[in-house]
């Protein structure tokens, strides 16, 4: 009998030895509060990111025009983490004394130059109301591209998606004057 408790006791740290090397060896995922994979810097204008549940999220936009740099999150060999996976939604909204909004997303290139994946749901609104209307401009860049998965979902006031980059003056004019939006690429 103690043979076989010995025996016993020795499956069991194996096993536990096992379980707590593949746990060290498994690359860590974002958090899963967040719906959007990335890292966000505010680079223009005033942007909060404000985590609202599980997989859901609204970017407060304050100021007319805002930019954010997104770095996107990555897996243990460099690979981009989907930017916007399927199931997860983020409105983009106007914030307090702010009556329409324009937000450039520049999502830059992760370590392996991954194509950015939106399969989940954008929207954009105007609050101030009763009831939020869609409204607002909504613009991702990507320099590696942007893949719109089938299962992505889109409600916005306006929507642009380029793999040439914004002229970020002429992005604010265009935003809130009407100009011409200007694109610097080869």
Request: glycine share 12%; aromatic share 6%; hydrophobic share 40%.
């Amino acid at each position: 009998m103690v043979h076989l408790n010995q025996n016993r006791s020795k499956l069991l740290l194996g096993c536990g030895s096992a379980a707590l090397a593949m746990g060290l060896a498994m690359t860590p995922q974002s958090a899963s509060a967040q719906a959007i994979q990335a890292t966000e810097n505010v680079t223009t204008g005033s942007a909060a990111r404000i985590f609202t549940g599980t997989g859901t999220e609204t970017i407060e936009v304050s100021t007319p025009v805002a930019v954010i740099d997104w770095t996107p999150d990555e897996d243990g060999a460099g690979n981009a983490l989907d930017f916007l996976p399927t199931n997860n939604a983020v409105t983009f909204q106007n914030g307090v004394n702010n009556p329409d909004f324009a937000v450039l997303n520049r999502i830059l290139p992760a370590a392996n130059g991954n194509i950015v994946v939106i399969d989940g749901t954008v929207i954009s609104q105007l609050t101030g109301g009763f009831v939020p209307v869609s409204g607002g401009t909504v613009a991702f860049y990507s320099p590696t591209g942007i893949l719109i998965g089938p299962n992505a979902t889109f409600d916005v006031g306006n929507l642009i998606l380029t793999t040439l980059d914004p002229d970020q003056a002429s992005f604010a004019d265009f935003a809130t004057n009407g100009g011409q939006l200007q694109m610097i690429g080869n």
